[in-house]
């Protein structure tokens, strides 16, 4: 094959992969792919031809994976971005199926290719690729701003892309300022009046468990044998608040966007002494709100310190120490409250479980899943025999941060696990609720909202505070929201969580 058609049709490859790369999520247009392909060709003989090759490849190669698992880049995408540390940077890396990771280097070695080929191309079409450049350079922007008076949507991949990266980093940074200007004052709860019948409460806070692979709710494989036959209550429809760990405990655990009014900070004025102890990452280039809530605490550990571990798979089993200790220790006027942070089920799932399962399930990281919420659920039975060895008067509160849904991972038939929102399942959470004078299985089938969590907390704690409306009765069948229960999307935009689809069953 002559150079120039080689070259040409290498450059064509490459803008389409590109495209479908960065773009992906979006409608690709082959009249883009043109578009681009227009534009390089008329600065052909410029060293500018290469480097924009280069950019275009590099965005692609580091974009593609993130791209192809979780869409367009968002809200969530950069704040996930921002507040993830070395280990959660290490696992992402590792969970990279292998199609994309040999989809990246197909992109480099086609880059390669193009600005190696030498040639020339035909000048007799030149006025024609310009007229057409300028064409879809005027139209795009156009139609858009005719149509939606809004120039972040215009068609051009690399524009959209440049343009949404930029926007939602523009939306973080602004949301992230007036996160901590709320985290750097005090709380405001006022009027807190404690009047609990326990003195120790445990609140364990699970990592991405979906209800149905739960035996307790009538997932086949027996793993929560000790949630099966311990005495309280299970809420049958908790939804949570977001489909990632920071939209939903954001939301959940404080009122938003005032994280300083949140359950450490309102437990500690109702006279209880505060744990937060976590198996989740404490700082990273930038500390999360989240562990800047469990910091507010009288007293946090955290097992990752946020810098680059030798040993990164810390199972949170490796939190029992600090958590008898924190059981055995009495502080408080009132009793005390122990917060516990797990990395529970989140993927990669073999790293959750030692790359051990009991039994095999649709595939291996699902079978390690399935062992994961089997392993939180035993974890839960030795803080409940810790609890129970004190004598105090107890009570215990489980339940998951956001679920998972399946992603197709390859031509044949398998799928994995992902962080999305684009199903019901990454919403539909366990919650579980146990006391040390529990004597019944109770079931709450009522809808019950994570944006609702502080109401059902203060009311589980015997909190009464000015600042917290109990106008429902949580821990009840009450009809708590006549209105439909509200999640938050990647866009950070609340939404109807009945307008999610629920994925079909895949195993
Ligand atoms: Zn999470």
């Known amino acids: 094959m002559n150079n120039n058609i080689l070259k040409n049709v290498a450059i064509f490859s490459l803008i389409s992969l590109c495209h479908i790369a960065y773009a992906y999520g979006f409608d690709f247009k082959i ?3 043109f578009f681009t392909f227009s534009i390089l060709y008329i600065i052909s003989k410029s060293v500018i031809n290469k480097i924009i090759l280069i950019i275009l490849s590099g965005i692609s190669i580091i974009y593609l994976p993130v791209g192809f698992l979780y869409g367009e880049p968002n809200f969530n995408t950069v704040a996930s971005l921002y507040s993830t540390n070395t280990i959660e ?30 040639c020339s191309f035909p000048k007799k079409y030149r006025r024609f690729i310009i007229f057409f450049v300028v064409v879809v350079a005027i139209a795009s922007p156009l139609k858009n701003i005719i149509k939606r008076n809004n120039i972040v949507n215009i068609g051009i991949p690399e524009w959209k892309f440049a343009s949404k990266l930029f926007h939602s980093i523009k939306e973080f940074k602004l949301e992230k300022k007036k996160l901590e200007g709320y985290m750097n004052n005090a ?6 009046k404690f009047s609990g019948k326990y003195n120790t409460y445990v609140v364990v806070i699970g990592e991405s468990v979906r209800k149905d692979y739960m035996h307790m709710y009538g997932f086949e494989i027996n793993n929560t044998p000790f949630m099966d036959s311990t005495n309280g209550v299970r809420f049958l429809n908790y939804i949570s608040a977001g489909s990632s760990t ?26 209880l002494y505060t744990y937060w102890i976590s198996n989740q990452g404490f700082i990273g280039d930038i500390e999360s709100p989240i562990s800047s809530i ?7 550990f955290f097992l990752k ?6 040993k990164i798979k810390y199972q949170d089993s490796d939190l029992l120490p600090k958590i008898s200790e924190s059981i055995n220790i009495n502080k408080g006027v009132n009793g005390k409250l122990i917060v516990i942070h797990l990395m529970g089920s989140h993927t990669p799932t073999c790293h959750r479980t030692n790359d051990e399962f009991d039994i095999f399930y649709g595939n291996i990281e699902l079978s390690c899943y399935i062992q994961s919420i089997k392993n939180t659920d035993k974890l839960l039975s030795n803080i409940q025999s810790l609890l129970t060895d004190t004598n105090s008067m107890w009570s215990m509160m489980y339940f998951s941060d956001h679920g998972l849904s399946f992603n197709k991972k390859s031509i044949k038939h398998d799928y994995e696990l ?8 990454s919403f539909e959470v366990p919650f579980f609720i146990t006391s040390f004078d529990s004597n019944e299985k109770k079931s709450i089938s009522a809808e019950r909202s994570g944006l609702s969590f502080l109401g059902l907390f203060s009311e589980w704690i015997g909190i009464e505070s000015k600042n917290i409306l109990r106008s429902c009765h949580y821990l009840s069948d009450e009809d708590c929201n006549p209105e439909g229960i509200k999640v938050y999307n990647y866009k950070n935009h609340k939404i109807d969580f009945q307008q999610i689809p629920r994925q079909e069953k895949i195993y």
């Open 31 to 33: 009249i883009y792919v």
């Open 89 to 118: 940077s290490i696992e992402f890396l590792c969970n990279i199926p292998i199609k994309y990771i040999t989809l990246s280097f197909f992109i480099a070695a086609l880059c390669f290719l193009c600005c190696r080929l030498d």
């Open 305 to 310: 310190k946020g810098g680059y571990n030798s």
């Open 418 to 425: 992902i962080h999305s929102d684009a199903y019901k399942q």
């Open 246 to 271: 920071l939209p939903s405990l954001t939301n959940s655990l404080t009122q938003y966007p005032n994280l300083s009014n949140n359950i450490i900070t309102l437990a500690k004025k109702a006279g």
């Open 294 to 300: 469990g910091r507010k605490a009288d007293e946090y």
């Open 187 to 192: 709380d405001t709860f006022e009027n807190v």
